[in-house]
């Protein structure tokens, strides 16, 4: 777009526009009204000290940590790294996890979307690890903090998991801090060759889980939890992973929901989760993919069953938008995924805010030097 203020200083253009325009200008991105950007907070703000509280009515609902995020597209052209960094900061998230996908099309596929190429094969590979790996030496900026994660291991080929972390470790040592998405049962890949993994192989993953619990690197699973049909089919997987590797931080994303299965009833779904996370004090829960919020958390019915869950174990809950960075999708379409995701969030206590939305959760989980900010008292919770 030209304008009489190509030139200016972008951040008093953007002042001056907004100053103007006071609401949607109709061009280009929607500029944050200006007390939402007055409180906008930077990393400064989690190095604990005398930081300020965080205001809930003033201060907006989205989460400042993306756990779930896909930099890298199952094929096609991405949306270039340095792009997506700065959706982050254009929407306030200051932490993210920098995920690649978990499995790709084939690289000569003109394919960007596994379900529209049913029969075309979906395989778990190191290439955006590299890519990923790459770019987050060169292109995080000082004001945001990344986690590179490893998202190549195929689980039921156990033995390639150590191999390919090796490979990395010569290529990048130190550097991948994570382990994710990576699939136990995707039912929307069934037609691009993925199978449930094996229950036998899951009893082989020790010496990979040994490495992932000595360098303290959580493991985010994706399991369908089943479908419409049987809303429970495939919980016995999860429940294997979650008996033979008791000590290792386990990741369930989505809490197992999924577009096949969109009809489970609430309150059958949060008991099970709640007899999981009492059983198995190492696992936590995604709440990323806005189709948990489309089918379950904007029904005020399921929500009022899913909120004294969250509550209840907020310092086991992560937030995520699960946005993936195919080129079809912009800043609009992140901005979007983040509100749907967080929508949730306004809904939660305050200890529960501050652990899942502002980050306490993912510092502990990683041991970083950062706090979240406290809530401030006179806050009160959109209930
Ligand atoms: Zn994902």
Known sequence: MNSPLSGWPVRLVAVLVALVAAGAAGCGAAIAPAADEASRLTLDDFRGGAAACYDRVRQPHTAVVDTHLHFRP???????????????????????????????????????????????????????????????????????HLTLSMTFPDLAQPESVL????????????????????????QAQFANDHEPVPAAAI????????????????????????????????????????????????????????????????????????????????LLLDISWRVLDDAYFSQP????????????????????TDFLASRDKDLEVYRTELDITSRILGYLDDEAFRNIALGENYFRLLDLDFTAPRICPAAGAAQ
Request: proline share 9%.
């Open 74 to 144: 199952f094929g096609g052209p991405a949306v270039p790294f340095e792009e997506v960094v700065d959706y982050l900061e254009a929407t306030g998230v200051l932490f993210a996890n920098v995920y690649g996908i978990g499995q790709m099309l084939p690289a000569a596929s003109s394919c960007t979307y596994y379900l529209d190429c049913p029969g075309t094969p979906v395989i778990p590979t190191l290439r955006n690890d590299f890519v990923n790996a790459a770019n987050y030496l060169t292109k995080t900026p000082p004001g945001m």
């Open 163 to 186: 191999e390919g972390i090796e490979i990395l470790d010569t290529e990048y040592p130190g550097l991948f801090r994570w382990m994710g998405e990576v699939n136990l049962v995707k």
């Open 203 to 282: 009893a082989e993953w020790t010496p990979f889980m040994d490495l992932l619990r000595e360098r303290n690197i959580p493991l985010a699973i994706h399991s369908d939890l089943g479908n419409d049909e049987e809303p429970t089919r495939y919980v016995p997987l999860m429940e294997e992973v979650l008996g033979l590797y008791p000590e290792n931080a386990i990741v369930w994303v989505h809490m197992g929901l999924s577009r096949e299965l969109t009809t489970m009833d609430a309150a059958q779904h949060v008991e099970l989760l709640e007899s999981l996370l009492e059983r198995h004090p190492n």
């Open 301 to 320: 019915e399921a929500r009022a069953a899913y909120i004294p869950l969250l509550n209840r174990y907020s310092d086991r809950i992560l937030p995520g």
